[in-house]
């Protein structure tokens, strides 16, 4: 049974910084496809960052310059790393399992809250 953990959201000032994790478990992560989601209230959940299969990664042009998507393989933990934090950033933030087209296919977890603030 897949499962996938994210952890590392919180409160951060604009320009701050956060490294959001998402543990896995039943699966291998660098077999997958992997993308980083996010959901603000009122909005439907976007793509925010995807690693394929290969190690190629795409961006969303709101985040791109700002968030690098990595993976330890070692601990089967996908990574996103969000610098220069932006007052339209905020949302929970979820880890997923990709289709080769970039779209969710794997369970949804209970995501990570970023809120950016001073």
């Known amino acids: 049974q897949v499962q996938l953990v994210e952890s590392g959201g919180g409160l951060v000032q604009p320009g701050g910084s956060l490294r959001l994790s998402c543990a896995a478990s039943?699966?291998?992560?660098?077999?997958?496809?992997m993308g980083w989601y996010r959901q603000a209230p009122g909005k439907q959940r976007e793509l925010v960052a995807a690693?394929?299969?290969?190690?190629?990664?795409t961006y969303a042009d709101s985040v791109k310059g700002r968030v690098t998507i990595s993976t330890d393989n070692a601990k089967n933990t996908v990574y996103l790393q969000m610098n220069s934090l932006k007052p339209e950033d905020p949302a929970v933030y979820y880890c997923?399992?990709?289709?080769?087209?970039?779209?969710?296919?794997?369970?949804w977890g209970q995501g990570t809250q970023v809120t950016v603030s001073s």
């Open positions: 997923n399992l990709n289709t080769p087209l970039g779209t969710p296919r794997g369970p």
């Open positions: 039943g699966l291998i992560l660098s077999r997958d496809n």
């Open positions: 690693r394929a299969r290969d190690g190629g990664t």
